[in-house]
């Protein structure tokens, strides 16, 4: 089993800075993918970026050159560095862990963290 835990969200004005974190603990192998997802009000989850054991990252083509996604290995955290937020940013962030097998991969989420960007 995989505990996430994520930390940070809130009330940001537009064209500010927010910053998540997320830590993970457990049964981690160290073929994963840690990510970010997002869930907006009446619309489905969203990728958001993603980051592999080996530092590759993926981005929404939304969020490229705003967001920053970054990790440490060594604590099994990750985290999803947001600037010039907009409005339509606003959502719930859900903070992803995906272990790697050879025939099935298996997706553990945190709890949400609520971001919104309003003035």
């Known amino acids: 089993q995989v505990q996430v835990v994520e930390s940070g969200g809130g009330l940001v004005a537009p064209g500010g800075s927010l910053r998540l974190s997320c830590a993970a603990s457990?049964?981690?192998?160290?073929?994963?993918?840690m990510g970010w997802y997002r869930q907006a009000p009446g619309k489905q989850r969203e990728l958001v970026a993603t980051i592999t054991d080996d530092g590759t990252t993926n981005y929404a083509d939304s969020v490229k050159g705003r967001f920053t996604i970054s990790r440490d290995n060594a604590k099994n955290t990750v985290a999803l560095q947001m600037i010039s937020l907009k409005p339509e940013d606003t959502a719930v962030y859900y903070c992803n862990v995906r272990i790697i097998f050879i025939l099935e991969t298996l997706d553990y989420w945190g709890q949400g963290s609520l971001v919104i960007v309003s003035s």
């Open positions: 457990g049964s981690i192998r160290s073929s994963n993918v």
